[in-house]
T-cell receptor, first 115, second 116 residues
Framework: GNSVTQMEGPVTLSEEAFLTINCTYT??????LFWYVQYPGEGLQLLLK?????DKGSNKGFEATYRKETTSFHLEKGSVQVSDSAVYFC??????????????FGKGTHLIIQP | KAGVTQTPRYLIKTRGQQVTLSCSPI?????VSWYQQTPGQGLQFLFE???????NKGNFPGRFSGRQFSNSRSEMNVSTLELGDSALYLC???????????????FGPGTRLTVL
């Protein structure tokens, strides 16, 4: 089956620090990869995506590159802010040619940024 | 454009009862998916509806069911509630007309269900 593995945290960093959240996946097929972010009391928001190998998704200073050879999609940001404090989910979706497949999520990484 | 809306936002039920949750997708979105979020299991896919038909289903018991109306609004129902059904239930909508490599879903704020 499909699965996503990511560090759960909490990950605590100081403001302006460099961020890496690791994500690796197992998939029976060729997945699209996503990072979602969940702020307290809210639903999930799509942060960035990549649909094929070597694609780089980017948004709001966050980046992630689809690495097929290492089955990874690590999230990075050069300088984090307090407002980045949230839970980050790595997810994948498989094309089946039929109905829209449900997203398979990792457990989520709780990120805390201290001023 | 209004986002995905879910009602109610909070629910408290007792074991054995049943519950119905509602989701209104973004205008023009015909696909609606439901997810359960718990601290232990994380986010798990329940099912997906497109044009009033269930197209895909996760690994949940038959107590969990859903439907979609002609205006794309969706409801999910949980019968004979158990304590373990306490969770945040998230609805997501998409324009996806068919399964594809790109499946961007837009999530609502969720319904927090507590089973006592």
């Amino acid at each position: 089956g499909n699965s996503v593995t990511q560090m759960e945290g909490p990950v605590t960093l100081s403001e302006e620090a460099f961020l890496t959240i690791n994500c690796t996946y197992t998939a029976t097929g060729y997945p699209s990869l996503f990072w979602y972010v969940q702020y307290p009391g809210e639903g999930l928001q799509l942060l960035l995506k990549a649909t094929k190998a070597d694609d780089k998704g980017s948004n709001k200073g966050f980046e992630a590159t689809y690495r097929k050879e290492t089955t990874s999609f690590h999230l990075e940001k050069g300088s984090v802010q307090v407002s980045d404090s949230a839970v980050y989910f790595c997810a994948l979706s498989i094309s089946s040619g039929g109905g829209a497949d449900g997203l398979t999520f990792g457990k989520g990484t709780h990120l805390i940024i201290q001023p | 454009k209004a986002g995905v809306t879910q009602t109610p936002r909070y629910l408290i039920k007792t074991r054995g009862q049943q519950v119905t949750l509602s989701c209104s997708p973004i205008s023009g979105h015909r696909s609606v998916s439901w997810y359960q979020q718990t601290p232990g299991q994380g986010l798990q896919f329940l099912f997906e509806y497109f044009s009033e038909t269930q197209r895909n289903k996760g690994n949940f018991p038959g107590r969990f069911s859903g439907r979609q109306f002609s205006n794309s609004r969706s409801e999910m129902n949980v019968s004979t509630l158990e304590l373990g059904d306490s969770a945040l239930y998230l609805c997501a909508s998409s324009t996806a007309a068919r399964g594809g490599a790109y499946n961007e879903q837009f999530f609502g704020p969720g319904t927090r269900l507590t089973v006592l």
